[in-house]
């Protein structure tokens, strides 16, 4: 399984920019099992949660900090899971990794086996 994260960038604070993760390398069946997660790790900092999407992408949840800035969105006929923040903060500045699990509604790093290499956003003031 192969994890691609793109769309980051240089963005103001106050603007909103989407993230794309595009998921690959494995079966349609396999590919159903799965829930699509997003974390960040700003500098100095350890990973953490934002949110996460099943396959489906009929059901999501979220880490209680982002709720109402953070939108995670898949079409259900594509294997590409996107990020959107709104109203970007200086303090979103960090490194986005989108990653898989098996498992649903969990918001620990360990519980994901593949993760993809990670998009930078840097929100100035």
């Not at 595009?22 to 069946?29: D, F, L, N, T, Y």
């Not at 969105?73 to 709104?86: G, P």
Request: proline share 3%; net charge positive.
């Amino acid at each position: 399984v192969q994890l691609q994260a793109s769309g980051g960038g240089l963005v103001q604070a106050g603007g909103s920019l989407r993230l794309s993760c595009a998921a690959s390398g494995a079966s349609g069946r396999t590919f159903n099992t799965f829930t699509m997660a997003w974390f960040r790790q700003a500098p100095g900092k350890e990973r953490t949660f934002i949110g996460g999407i099943n396959w489906s992408g009929r059901s999501t949840f979220y880490a209680d900090s982002v709720k109402g800035r953070f939108a995670i969105s898949k079409d259900a006929a594509d294997n590409t899971v996107y990020l959107e923040i709104f109203s970007l903060k200086p303090e979103d500045t960090a490194v986005y990794y989108c990653a898989a699990s098996v498992l649903y509604g969990r918001p620990s790093p360990s519980d994901y086996a593949y993760w993809g290499k990670g998009t930078l956003v840097t929100v100035s003031s």
